[in-house]
Nanobody, 124 residues
């Protein structure tokens, strides 16, 4: 059974940090890149970052560049999203998803597998 399980979401103050985790199982990890998406209430889903865990290719959306860092631990089939200097507008449900490494993209419908999401709320 294919699974992507996110964790690490929480309530945090502006300027704070969180680390999200995405644990993958049920498919060949090396055949897929892992992306992070987020969706705030009333807004479209936004692709914010991906990592090719084999060659290390990384992408960041402008909205998170310089504040978020994506990384992977291939031995654990896990991808992390370190989020620093959090802002109110980072509040959203964060999802990880898997796309074949031959199709590195942030286009959501190209992603084959999705997690259930984890809530990040930035509030004072």
């Amino acid at each position: 059974e294919v699974q992507l399980v996110e964790s690490g979401g929480a309530l945090v103050q502006p300027g704070g940090s969180l680390r999200l985790s995405c644990v993958a199982s049920g498919f060949t990890f090396d055949d897929y890149a892992i992306g992070w998406f987020r969706q705030a209430p009333g807004k479209d889903r936004e692709g914010i970052s991906y990592i090719n865990t084999v060659d290390g290719s990384i992408y960041y959306a402008d909205s998170v560049k310089g504040r978020f860092t994506i990384s992977s631990d291939n031995a654990k089939n896990t991808v992390y999203l370190q989020m620093n200097s959090l802002k109110f507008e980072d509040t959203a449900v964060y999802y990880c998803a898997a796309v074949p490494t031959s199709m590195l993209t942030m286009v959501a419908h190209e992603y084959h597998y999705w997690g259930q999401g984890t809530q990040v709320t930035v509030s004072s």
